[in-house]
């Protein structure tokens, strides 16, 4: 993992079905980076040498803007993801960069919680191609609800396709935000093929949901995983056929420890080099 500076290099691209939320993009960065800069054509801000925040809609090709979602289980706060990118360092091959969460009042405007982490928009070969909020009913205790931030990133290879979605689960409990579940993989594919037809290749699917048992105050986490594969032919007519083999199904739980969930290791998100 590569050391980054606090503040790094950002671009402000909200994803088109959280667009409507972030409202005024330009206002809301202002007010939660009081020292950034408007650059001298207007389209976007300077926080420090090496970072800018272009004020851009989602365009599919860069993922690196921020996103913002109202928070259904506090519906007076808004949530949003600022990549923090830093340009000194990233090319067409690779990003260097950091993402800020905060969570924001949506009548004042004013940041309640932030919390910075290192790291999560740095990638490489296995791209970074969007990221979203999870606001699914993650209620951890009576008190404490949780939100979730999903990283979907992949290759561009044809004969070994990769992808995966990450998630993170953050609670905000006693006026903190803290990360409780880091990088558990909700989804996944990859493989290897002749980039016509015949291959073998493996998917997964994770979904979560809350258990009534409880460690350390927080509900367990039950995790129901579905492994999948497929070795796909051509067959005798020059038709590519798919070969589903059986799927598997697994299930765990997560206890929470105090500081974390912990989950088997087969689950744990791509971290970069």
Sequence with gaps: MHRLPRLAAAS?????AAADDCGD???LVQQAYPKAQKSADGASFTLEPHTSIAQTLWDGDAPFGVVCKIWPAHDDLLLVAVPLIDSSQSSDDGHFGDVELLVVDRKTRQVRQRLLQPGLMTDDAVGIREIDFDTGRYRLAPDVSAFGLRIDMANHSQPNPYSETDLRLYALDGGALRLVLDGIIVAGFGGEGDTNCAGSFQ?????????????????????????????PSVDKNGECQSHPGRSMKRTYRLRYDGRRYQFPAGLKALEPE
């Design 12 to 16: 402000l691209s909200p994803a088109s």
């Design 25 to 27: 993009s330009a206002a």
């Design 203 to 231: 998917s997964n699917r994770v979904s979560l949901a809350m258990s009534p048992a409880r460690h350390h105050g927080y509900h367990d986490i039950t995790v129901f995983e579905r492994l999948d594969t497929d070795n």
